[in-house]
């Protein structure tokens, strides 16, 4: 089974995608196969001052089968984006975000606002697709409204034509991230799609016996709100303390060393790929010697509250924590609770 981690904006960062597939690689059934996409990347931010975004494609070289997520609502700078990403770094794919809800977004012609004009959409995904050698790839939504969702079929699985993948969330833009998710929809767009272009169903899914129930005849199940905390969904396995401890530690051990590495890249046109040796040795430093700079113990703490979620005395915890800023202050508090 394909599965999937789904781009989440200020969630699926490096250090996340990294712990993600961490845990698939060591429990998951070896039939599977995962797949990791970055936080989206808004193209006019890129083009106008890279700087200010790029952190959005931090990768490094462990990390496999990455698409690099990207957004915006001008073609100009849609198309110098998806081309300028093509040439100068080596992800496994490039993916235009057709579906995100978020009003801001949308506003901007971007995200799931791209599905008032299918047309013209329709017309830049076979110019970019034409544009860029890595292969191609649309996430997006089964309509606007209810009342869209015959037209939206049609304009997926005429898009499949030039894509490589489409992932298909089972909501309407109207109603975001709540509401029933409509399978049936997805399972008719891939019988009726180019079977050259993989078909993947997303949304719902809070478990792997329900992706293994629900994926029917899609080419995979992407995951994401319900994997918050919980990088064991991609697996069919259940933690014991310890190993919850151990990820714990070792996602914010990430975090924080990814954004020590990041620092010193910053004022460089482009960002290289980060090499493992790097990442180790940069965790070895911070273990040895607290960074009080950094900004990931307070930006850690949505993973951990997701990760702490339904274990005993958590919400105590979560009140002790509340003035803790330093890697080394975290990690030891998080160490004595687990362990108590």
């Known amino acids: 089974m394909n599965l999937a981690l789904a781009p989440m904006d200020g969630i699926t960062d490096s250090a996340y995608r990294r712990i993600c597939q961490k845990v698939f690689e060591q429990q998951t059934q070896k039939t599977d196969e995962f797949f990791l996409f970055t936080e989206f990347m808004n193209a006019s931010g890129y083009i106008r001052n890279p700087e200010g ?59 799931a606002g791209m599905l008032y004009e299918k047309e013209k959409t329709l017309k830049l995904i076979q110019k970019i697709s034409r544009k860029i050698n890595s292969p191609f790839s649309i996430k997006t939504r089964i309509g606007v409204d209810k009342y869209d969702i015959n037209s939206q079929k049609k304009f997926i699985i005429e898009a499949s034509n030039f894509c490589n993948l489409i992932t298909v969330h089972g909501r309407t833009f109207k109603q975001a991230h709540s509401g029933d ?53 991609f697996t069919n396995t259940t933690p014991n303390y310890n190993e919850i401890l151990e990820t714990i530690l070792e996602h914010l051990d990430e975090m924080c060393s990814l954004e020590s590495i990041f620092e010193k890249y910053k004022g460089n046109k482009y960002l290289p790929t980060i090499k493992e040796q790097g990442i180790q040795k940069e965790k070895q430093n911070l273990l040895k010697k607290d960074n009080n700079k950094l900004k990931s113990p307070i930006e850690f703490r949505k993973h951990l509250f997701a990760y702490l979620k339904g274990l005993p005395n958590s919400k105590d915890f979560k009140q002790k924590i509340v003035n803790i800023k330093t890697h080394h202050q975290l990690r030891n508090e998080i160490s004595k609770f687990i362990k108590k």
């Open 53 to 111: 975004v790029y952190k959005h494609i931090l990768n490094t070289t462990q990390e496999k089968n990455l698409t690099a997520q990207i957004y915006g609502g001008d073609e100009y700078e849609l198309l110098e984006t998806f081309e300028d990403i093509d040439k100068n770094y080596n992800f496994s794919g490039l993916e235009l975000n057709i579906g995100c809800p978020s009003p801001k977004v949308v506003s901007s012609g971007g995200g």
């Open 181 to 233: 998710v409509d399978r049936e929809t997805i399972y008719e767009i891939r019988q009726n799609s180019n079977f050259g272009c993989k078909i993947f169903g997303n949304g719902g899914i809070d478990s792997y016996a329900k992706a293994k129930e629900k994926i029917g005849n899609l080419d995979g199940i992407m995951i994401g709100q319900a994997s918050i905390g919980n990088p064991w969904i």
